[in-house]
């Protein structure tokens, strides 16, 4: 890399400043950034203050300098460094900068760079002798399907030939720059093929109807967007990283009269993920044997862990730890059990009961979603206490979830809950 130092003090201005505008909009830019980060700043002033003059004078760092309370020699790093900052001056009315990079020099960038060696001076970063054109030789500017083009300010030519650069630069030097169309100098359609089409033919649907995707999906013919842009690619799965459940705080909805309610949030997952984990670690598999009345079951692969929660008293039963919450006091509001049916429901489907959860219910004689959906408050407070839970039967709501699994299983589910079950 090139040393690259201010201009020699011979051509340097004695001072600089902002004019009106550009010190309104300086000190807009610098309000963007968390006090004590003013520095942040520093490449955008630079920027401005090129744009102002042309190039990048010894005035221009020390005033930026002065204005973020920055140390002279770290807005001097900046200047220098970044090869987007002019540090002698360039010309009035065009700096020509030539792409030179693999994909142009193959399409001709070389004969582009002759001609700016012809018409405007044999030494890049020095100007014509009115002081009107410059040139230098640049890393790729993002226009390699148009290759070569050079830019011109903040406009591109594209598709360029050394007559069609010539007549460009005489365009500038005679200030009618305005007049050249940017873009492609060839009859190309953005940087569709040179050749044409070959798909997707109908150019007018193109720009008229732009889509999201192929699909159409997200987008309406009018371009207006139906899912946010983070959105739009993501599909809708069961996974915990797609689920909106996990996202906080969760979304209100009005009603009709004004009146706030909570939206229909899916039961969170991230709260049981690792319990879930740990039991199909425990459980080789999930066949059970049963007998024909409910309590006297035992799952055939039940863990020692279980198998020691089952046969403890109902004051220290449960699977998680004791100092969560208090265990029932009495069985008053225990939920009637029944008798296990020919067919239980798969009670999993419930975000928050995995193996082991569904293998204590079924002790406690709970076999099917319409059992839980008329739980009452009492009897679901018995079951949270009973299984330490601390709340989380609320939190999940079983009890709406069992409701939905009961109607419709799980095309219900997913339409109250907008994603499948478990």
């Known amino acids: 890399m090139s040393v690259r130092r201010l201009a020699d003090e011979a051509i340097q201005p004695s001072g600089f400043a902002f004019t009106r505008e550009n010190k309104a909009w300086a000190k807009e830019t610098i309000k963007k950034y968390p006090k004590g980060r003013q520095y942040s700043a520093v490449i955008p002033l630079l920027m401005r203050a090129q744009e102002q003059e042309g190039w990048v004078t010894r005035a221009a760092v020390e005033h930026v300098a002065e204005m973020l309370d920055m140390p002279l020699i770290r807005v001097l790093e900046v200047a220098t460094f970044y090869t987007q900052f002019q540090l002698e001056p360039v010309g009035t009315r065009a700096h020509v900068q030539v792409c030179g990079t693999t994909p142009c020099m193959l399409r001709g960038a070389g004969d582009l760079i002759d001609v700016c060696k012809k018409k405007i001076n044999p030494e890049p970063f020095k100007t014509n002798e009115e ?26 030519y594209e598709d360029l030939t050394p007559e069609r650069l010539e007549e460009i630069i005489d365009a500038f030097e005679a200030g009618k720059g305005d007049t050249v169309e940017p873009g492609s100098q060839v009859e190309r359609f953005t940087s569709a093929p040179a050749s044409g089409f070959t798909t997707l033919t109908d150019e007018s649907a193109i720009i008229k109807f732009p889509s ?39 979304p209100e909805k009005t009603r009709s009269n004004g ?23 425990e459980l080789s598999g999930r066949g059970r044997k049963h007998s024909d009345h409910a309590h006297s079951e035992e799952p055939a692969l039940r863990s020692p862990r279980l198998k020691k929660a089952k046969a403890a008293p109902a004051t220290e039963r449960g699977p998680e730890s004791p100092e969560r919450a208090p265990a029932p006091k009495s069985d008053k509001d225990r939920p009637q059990g029944i008798e296990r049916p020919e067919r239980p429901d798969d009670l999993k489907m419930i975000s928050g009961v995995g193996p082991k959860i569904e293998g204590i219910l079924n002790d406690l004689g709970i076999y099917t979603y319409a059992q839980i959906a008329k739980w009452k408050k009492a009897e679901r407070e018995w079951v949270d206490s009973y299984l330490r839970f601390k709340g989380r039967i609320e939190r999940d709501d079983w009890v709406k979830q069992a409701k939905a699994l009961a109607k419709g299983g799980a095309a219900e589910y997913e339409r109250v809950f907008g994603k499948k079950p478990r």
């Open 259 to 281: 009146e706030k309610r909570a939206s229909v949030t899916p039961p969170r997952q991230d709260e049981v993920q690792a319990d879930r984990v740990a039991e199909e670690a």
């Open 131 to 156: 002081g009107t054109l410059s040139w230098e030789e640049v890393e790729c500017q993002g226009a390699c399907v148009n290759a070569p083009m050079v830019m011109i300010f903040k406009d591109t």
């Open 212 to 250: 999201a995707g192929g699909s159409g999906e997200g987008r309406s013919r009018k371009g207006e967007a139906h899912v946010p842009p983070s959105r739009a690619g993501r599909p809708r799965t069961g996974a915990m990283v797609t689920d909106a459940a996990i996202k906080s705080p969760s």
